[in-house]
């Protein structure tokens, strides 16, 4: 996150872009806002660096701000859209894909348990599968919504996806069956994360002999994205100006 941090500053460096984390590093949305507050700054947008409109981005976020309002009242706060399905993110989601299969069609990576085809030439390729696994929610709505992140991968490149989740269902087993009923021969999980943590631990325990493609990362376009989140969050306070 900090890479992806820097790349966005480096774009708009007419901008004070800031790092903040919701839980588990530092520094914290409220030493974020407080240092943001003291510094003069009469207004903020916050973009958060979330995948999905779950639990962080409904409900964490937006009172974590409101307690820094009433610290701050002379501070604005917007908080901008989450991320979401958007098309440069499933192009960088394929951007991974297609790096973990060269990486697995690599000689040191030859025969390690994914399934090759056998059929009528040598040279024939198995059919692909992918497994697009993101963390899930107890919100039905949210799923939904990252369901469409398999079916948009689908439309891009014209492979055989399922989505399936870390935490609720349908599980990565279900999605890895679905696949192999559908005839895929050589499966790969996609993750649909931006960063390596717990959950993608357990996903790779999951199915430990399936090839897991790397997060997104500091990919170019999620800086893209995220700017983009920023420019219509601030589209009201710029048409005032």
């Known amino acids: 996150m900090r890479a992806v941090v820097d790349r966005i500053a480096a774009q708009r460096p007419d901008l004070d872009v800031r790092l903040a984390f919701l839980d588990l590093s530092t520094p914290s949305v409220d030493q974020v806002v407080d240092a943001v507050a003291a510094d003069g700054h009469s207004h903020a947008i916050v973009v958060p660096l979330l995948l999905g409109s779950a639990f962080h981005a409904r409900v964490d976020?937006?009172?974590l701000l409101d307690e820094a309002r009433a610290r701050h009242p002379r501070l604005r706060l917007t908080q901008a859209d989450v991320l979401g399905p958007d098309p440069h993110l499933i192009i960088a989601l394929r951007?991974?894909?297609?790096?973990?299969?060269?990486?697995?069609?690599?000689?040191r990576h030859s025969g390690g348990g994914i399934s090759r085809h056998s059929g009528s030439g040598?040279?024939?390729?198995?059919?692909?599968?992918?497994?697009v696994a993101a963390v899930g929610s107890s919100n039905a709505a949210a799923n939904a919504r990252t369901g469409d992140v398999a079916r948009l991968l689908t439309a891009l490149t014209g492979w055989?996806?399922?989505?399936?989740?870390?935490?609720?269902?349908?599980?990565?087993?279900?999605?890895?069956?679905?696949?192999?009923?559908?005839?895929a021969e050589r499966i790969l999980v996609a993750p649909w994360f931006l960063?390596?943590?717990?959950?993608?631990?357990?996903?790779?325990?999951?199915?430990?002999?399936?090839?897991?493609?790397?997060t997104i990362g500091a990919h170019p376009l999620l800086a893209e994205v995220?700017?983009?989140?920023?420019?219509?969050?601030?589209?009201?306070?710029?048409?005032?100006?």
């Open 61 to 63: 976020l937006p009172g």
């Open 95 to 107: 951007d991974r894909v297609v790096e973990a299969l060269h990486a697995d069609n690599s000689p």
């Open 122 to 131: 040598a040279d024939s390729a198995p059919r692909l599968g992918i497994a």
């Open 160 to 183: 055989d996806t399922e989505i399936c989740f870390a935490t609720t269902d349908p599980t990565l087993d279900k999605a890895f069956a679905r696949l192999r009923a559908r005839g």
């Open 195 to 214: 960063a390596p943590g717990l959950l993608t631990d357990r996903l790779r325990n999951t199915l430990p002999h399936v090839p897991h493609a790397d």
């Open 226 to 241: 995220a700017l983009d989140r920023y420019a219509t969050a601030a589209l009201p306070l710029e048409l005032s100006a």
